[in-house]
């Protein structure tokens, strides 16, 4: 008798994790595990305001994100009363643990987000257990406005600065979505004088290339708009591909909206450098391989209600079945890409190499940023 199971047994029939849930957040089964976002009451009006911005779409950069939540939070120690008997920094170390899990829970928290929750946590556990609300709020606040100018601002125009000279004369440059430090990169090397022309890469289903074409045309730099899927056709001409970043991990993976890893792929097929325009405290102590393990799921319904212009009805036409109960609806917010995919990443410490990730975590990262 043959050791091995026979193939008419159950022992083959597995089901795939790409199929229909019973959990009534997900229609799919592999991210099930993903947190989904939920209505939390109690909790700082800053926070809900925040919360609206960003799934409206007003808010769709990861720097703009970030300072958003720390002018919440400026709102938050502002406002702030003690309400319980503990010491006031043992009872903010409660809020803000609170505060993070909501913004966890509401899918709008970013690796950049998560170091400057993180920052701002070390420096209330710093306060003397005697100090009063008022001073630790006034004081809050200062530190809020400094990590603002020292590690977003300052380092944002410190890589403009880098990035803009690596552009030559006559390149050919590909960027895709929209990231404020690569378009301050791009508007620099124009006011240096130099000549070269912008291919904007974007995809559904937000679109957000648009307000990167727009701020490019504003400044009078040539651009040439197109979709993902024709990036092979135009990636023969692109002399280098400039992408920004929602984060980068240790291991050197690098975060950023679904698509950018396709971009890179094909960029290396093409043996065309890839640049990352990110700031440092946007490198993050974790570790991942895949996009399964941690992502956003984005609701499948805006899949027919995006338009290329104004009165396009094109896709809402194409798609008129689409809220039939046997369709899976997948819109992941982000991928991973591997680090063999990326040339060099520009930072306000200079350009590095992507391996550098780990180093600069332990050599840039002052004491009380560490987690």
């Known amino acids: ?34 947190p989904h ?15 609206m911005r960003m799934e409206s779409g007003k808010i769709i950069e990861s720097n703009e994100a970030c300072i958003e939540m720390l002018n919440a939070f400026k709102h938050f120690f502002q406002e702030y009363e003690l309400t319980s008997n503990k010491a006031p920094s043992r009872d903010l170390e409660d809020k803000l643990e609170q505060i993070n899990s909501f913004l966890v829970t509401t899918n709008i928290l970013t690796l950049g987000m998560e170091t400057a929750i993180q920052y701002l946590k070390v420096n209330v556990l710093k306060f003397p257990l005697n100090i009063t609300p008022d001073t630790i709020s006034k004081e809050m606040c200062e530190i809020i406005s400094t990590f603002i100018k020292e590690k977003i601002e300052l380092p944002a125009s410190l890589i403009s600065t880098t990035g803009s000279n690596i552009i030559k004369n006559s390149d050919v440059i590909l960027i895709y979505d929209y990231s404020l430090t690569v378009i301050k990169t791009l508007i620099e090397a124009k006011s240096l004088g130099k000549n070269f022309r912008v291919i904007v890469t974007d995809s559904r289903t937000r679109l957000d290339g648009k307000k990167s074409l727009k701020a490019l045309v504003k400044a ?26 929602e984060g980068v991990y ?11 890893a396709m971009i890179c792929c094909i960029a290396n097929a093409f043996k065309k450098p890839v640049l990352v325009c990110v700031e440092t405290y946007k490198l993050s102590e974790k570790v991942q391989l895949d996009s399964f393990c941690f992502n956003v799921l984005s609701p499948g319904s805006v899949f027919t209600n995006t338009s290329m212009y104004e009165g396009d009805t094109r896709v809402q036409s194409c798609l008129s079945n689409f809220a039939s ?46 987690f």
Not at 250 to 260: H, P, S
Not at 359 to 369: I, K, M, T
């Open 220 to 245: 009078k730099i040539h651009c040439t708009y197109i979709l993902i899927s024709n990036v092979s056709y135009h990636m023969p001409e692109v002399t280098r591909v400039i992408l920004g970043a």
């Open 1 to 34: 008798m043959s050791d091995f199971p026979s193939f008419e047994g159950e022992y083959f029939r597995k089901k795939s994790g790409f199929h229909h849930s019973n959990s009534i957040n997900t229609g799919v089964a592999a991210f099930g595990h993903l």
């Open 250 to 260: 240790n291991n050197c993976y690098l975060l950023n909206k679904v698509g950018t």
């Open 37 to 51: 976002s939920e209505e939390t009451s109690n909790i700082h009006w800053a926070f809900s305001v925040l919360k």
């Open 325 to 370: 109960s046997k369709l899976l609806k997948l819109n992941l917010k982000y991928d991973v890409t591997p680090p063999k995919y990326i040339d060099m990443l520009i930072t306000e410490v200079g350009a590095i190499p992507v391996s550098s990730v780990p180093v600069v975590l332990r050599e840039f990262r002052s004491d009380s940023e560490i």
